[in-house]
């Protein structure tokens, strides 16, 4: 068996056109979903970046025990299982320097090997002891990405990251294509902020922006009266720009598979970590705000052999060779990758392997059947903030009780930055307080608890099916009831601490 998972970070499905909305044409992404099934109802389940890479590992919720941070050592993850179970040989390609920052420790020595794209957003790369050369800029943008630009040609493909990490996966292929029991991770950080790429990408989407200043990286937190519309329209095209540029490239890794003749004894995953706001809600970003249907409501297509089309399609064709409405999630990867390569899941992953909805009789299942084959409800938000949950129809978020802490169980916290950090550390309590531990002893830190930007004083319920945009609440005491029931019983379900309960009065 031979299996590809391909991610593109920050990828918000709400702008494809395999999802309905053709606002930024993807004709390579939607060449896979030719070629296989598209997943409607697939979730996020621990945001933002590393927990979400975590959770792909160990195919468990994160975001209940741990915020952003590192492999631990009672972790039992995709590569290594892989490997001791069925001796496949697993490698990464990647361009996420978050990898090889503090709390982003142990992930690329899972796999048997990995290659590292330099250069993105502000990664510690390329020296420059004097001030780099810095336009009159609004927003995010840092010295290093300043200092790493003087470095590159930005009219020039290959002197961005992405494109190299396609370049280093079609490598793969022609040397390993023939060889069979693989796992290749292929991750590029695109369309992720900052939003560059090479003019002509940009000049596809008419963008008018007077050059007032640069504008390419927006601050974490709600849209200004000064930026306006005007720069809203600016940063969607150029994420838009962005997201053209790895399809390109995606569209090159694609031709090397037909060269290769690999569609036939290969599998491919395609998704995303979270998505991303381009100004909807009246925010940018991630992180801050409620978890609106954007951020959590993710892509998922996979390819498997037997549901390839008869030929490669056309760029322009949207062929689909099937849709699956089951309730999904990113807890979900992980036991489908093990099954496709026929190894034994370890007793404590929270998600199902998604195989049996990809039989041809169960994409033709309708939407309350396939609820019954998979998941009735499932957990999505971030370490200490909101606890979100969707049946597919309605989300819930359960947001933190005034004064409560959430509980940070690791055995590798980092390195104190601030303070803050290092009182809390101080504080820390030592023992076995997680049930999957394999009995290593642990942290145990209280973290301070915190609601969304703006939150309400009511929890928010939303009836998604008549209002996807989450703009009208739905205030119903019986309802609410019922959904916190399924949450904590979901809770229950996934071994979330005790802490969890008591924060969010369950």
């Not at 064709?317 to 807890?331: E, Y």
């Not at 916190?484 to 969890?500: F, G, I, N, T, W």
Request: glycine share 4%; hydrophobic share 35%; proline share 6%.
């Amino acid at each position: 068996m031979k299996t590809i998972f391909i991610m593109m970070d920050s990828l918000n499905r709400h702008y494809l056109n395999l999802y309905g909305d053709n606002r930024i044409p993807t004709p390579n992404i939607d060449r896979i979903a030719a070629k296989g099934v598209i997943f409607d109802n697939h979730y996020s389940g621990s945001l933002p970046c590393m927990p979400a890479r975590r959770e792909l590992m160990t195919g468990r919720y994160n975001f209940l025990e741990a915020p952003w941070g590192p492999i631990e050592p009672w972790d039992d993850c995709l590569p290594v299982e892989l490997r001791t179970q069925k001796k496949t040989y697993s490698h990464l390609i990647t361009d996420h320097y978050h990898y090889f920052h503090d709390r982003g420790d142990g992930y690329q020595n899972l796999f048997n090997s990995w290659e590292f794209e330099r250069g993105q957003e502000a990664d510690a790369w390329h020296p420059l002891v004097a001030e780099p050369d810095t336009p009159n800029f609004r927003g995010r943008n840092r010295r290093q990405y300043w200092a790493n630009r003087q470095f590159m040609n930005s009219e020039r493909d290959e002197d961005y990251s992405t494109p190299r990490c396609f370049m280093r996966a079609m490598e793969f292929l022609d040397k390993n294509g023939k060889e069979d029991n693989w796992h290749l991770h292929l991750e590029v950080f695109d369309p992720h902020e900052p939003f560059d790429a090479p003019k002509k990408y940009l000049q596809k989407f008419n963008d008018t922006w007077d050059n007032r200043y640069l504008f390419n990286w927006p601050e974490y937190q709600a849209v200004s009266k000064e930026e306006g519309p005007q720069a809203i329209a600016h940063i969607r095209s150029q994420y838009a720009a962005a997201l053209t540029m790895a399809d390109t490239w995606l569209g090159k890794f694609i031709d090397k598979m037909d060269e290769l003749d690999l569609w036939k004894d290969t599998c491919v995953i395609f998704s995303t970590d979270h998505g991303h706001l381009l100004g909807e809600h009246g925010y940018w970003a991630k992180n801050y705000m409620f978890d609106y249907q954007e951020l959590a409501h993710i892509p998922l297509i996979i390819h498997l052999p037997q549901t390839a089309a008869q030929s490669a399609p056309q760029a322009h064709q949207t062929k689909i060779a099937g849709r699956v409405t089951a309730l999904t999630a990113a807890i979900d990867i992980m036991p489908t990758i093990m099954e496709m390569h026929g190894a034994v899941l370890p007793k404590d992953v929270h998600g199902k392997s998604l195989l049996h909805l990809l039989e041809k009789d169960a994409a033709r299942h309708d939407v309350s059947h396939q609820d019954a084959l998979h998941h009735d409800a499932v957990l999505y938000g971030y370490f200490g903030k909101d606890i979100n949950m969707t049946d597919g129809r309605y989300t819930y978020c359960r947001q933190p009780l005034e004064n409560s802490v959430a509980h940070h169980y690791t055995l590798m916290p980092g390195v104190p930055k601030i303070r803050e950090q290092l009182e809390r550390l101080q504080k820390a309590k030592t023992g076995r307080f997680l049930k999957h531990c394999h009995d290593i002893p642990h942290l145990d830190i209280e973290v301070p608890s915190h609601r969304h930007a703006d939150a309400p004083d009511f929890n928010p319920i939303y009836d998604v099916s008549v209002d996807p945009r989450q703009e009208k609440p739905i205030h119903d005491n019986a309802l609410e009831q019922k959904l916190a029931a399924k949450m904590k019983e979901l809770m229950v379900r996934y071994d979330a601490p005790v802490s969890q309960f008591v924060r969010v009065g369950l």
